[in-house]
């Protein structure tokens, strides 16, 4: 039984084909942020290099106005909301369209205060994934326009990467998903090994080259390197 797996073993690596590839090394999740609003900057909580969880506080806008405006709402709610359950109590002694004009205040008030909570939120920036600040590109006091789209910071992600593999067009049909590809990263004598998971379905039309993707951990972005694609 051993020989006969020694001998498929063999057999499979016979039939192999070893394709030469470079890469560049790219974090597996990376943003430009900004805010959906305009305002002014009031305070920036992190730093480039600062290491930040999902939905984080990063920054915020001068947003005394919007936060004064969202506790009216929440009183006009409240009397709306007062004014309607007693009428509700008396709904069948009084006119309807009278009735139906308080439910409507009081409608009205909860999409008021559901508007003016969004105004507020708009004014926070906080993280879209865990990530670490790589460049930081306003100061407090900065103006920021939601419709200039002002960036703030830029954010990978802290340890995941990806190498973008490139490869010659004429390996189109016999590079897989699933393919090993065994690889060296520059200046770094340790070898590495990875499965591919994505190939991109186009071909660069100037350099004729393929792209794919393999996960990795750990290296620093912009780094690059060469290895080999074992194809089945």
Request: aromatic residues 10%; charged residues 30%; without cysteine.
């Amino acid at each position: 039984m051993k020989k006969m797996a020694v001998l498929l073993l063999a057999v499979l690596h016979l039939n192999a084909e070893e394709i030469y590839a470079t890469f560049d090394i790219e974090a597996q999740s990376s943003a430009s942020l900004a805010f959906s609003s305009s305002g002014i900057i009031e305070k920036m909580h992190v730093d480039i290099g600062s290491e930040v969880k999902k939905d984080a506080l990063l920054a915020e806008l001068h947003n005394d106005d919007i936060e004064a405006m969202v506790e009216v709402s929440k009183v006009a709610l409240h009397y709306a909301k007062s004014d309607y359950e007693r009428q509700k109590k008396v709904q069948q002694h009084i006119n309807v369209s009278l009735f139906e004009s308080f439910a409507y205040k009081y409608d009205n008030a909860k999409v008021q205060l559901k508007y003016q909570e969004t105004l507020l939120d708009k004014t926070y920036l906080r993280a879209p994934f865990d990530g670490i600040i790589t460049a930081k590109k306003v100061e407090i006091g900065d103006v920021v326009s939601g419709q200039m789209i002002t960036e703030v910071y830029d954010i990978q992600s802290s340890k995941e990467r990806k190498l973008i593999l490139k490869f010659d067009q004429k390996y189109h049909q016999k590079v897989k998903v699933g393919d090993r590809f065994n690889y060296k990263v520059d200046g770094d004598d340790r070898s590495y090994s990875g499965i591919i998971y994505k190939i991109y379905p186009t071909i660069d039309a100037k350099s004729r080259k393929m792209l794919a993707e393999v996960k990795a951990e750990g290296f620093p972005v912009g780094l690059f390197g060469d290895g080999y694609i074992t194809a089945k």
